[in-house]
């Protein structure tokens, strides 16, 4: 059973911008911080960037900051990543994932072990 689905991703440029999705089965998957991550060919999966329930914090990986934007809305049981000025560092799968607690650390937030609900991820590929 899918419980997080994400979608947007695609094929884009340098420079180009994506807009991903994802949407949780039910609440109960939202009452945490949801947050991406990635995962490039060979490498290990990377913190993305991170956003608790009430929206009131974002949490961002240095490589995106100033890049990329982290929202949701929460009558959909969403979260969006808004991602501009790709590169192709960018490529990778990427991956929704929620927690069951609220953390407004960075620490916490940026780490896998805090989120136990994962989504299938969607691919993100920047072509120069």
């Given at each position: 059973q899918v419980q997080l689905a994400e979608s947007g991703g695609g094929l884009v440029q340098v420079g180009d911008s994506l807009r991903l999705?994802?949407?949780?089965?039910?609440?109960?998957?939202?009452?945490?911080?949801?947050?991406?991550?990635?995962?490039?060919?060979?490498?290990?999966?990377?913190?993305?960037?991170?956003?608790?329930?009430?929206?009131?914090?974002?949490?961002?990986a240095d490589s995106v900051r100033g890049r990329f934007t982290i929202s949701r809305d929460n009558a959909k049981n969403a979260v969006?990543?808004?991602?501009?000025s790709l590169e192709p560092e960018d490529t990778a799968v990427y991956l929704c994932a929620a927690s069951r607690t609220i953390y407004y650390d960075a620490q916490h937030a940026s780490r896998d072990q805090t989120y136990y609900y994962w989504g299938q991820g969607t691919q993100v590929t920047v072509s120069s």
């Open positions: 999705s994802c949407t949780a089965a039910e609440r109960t998957f939202t009452r945490g911080n949801m947050a991406w991550f990635r995962q490039a060919p060979g490498k290990e999966r990377e913190f993305v960037a991170s956003i608790p329930r009430n929206a009131d914090a974002t949490y961002y969006f990543l808004q991602m501009n």
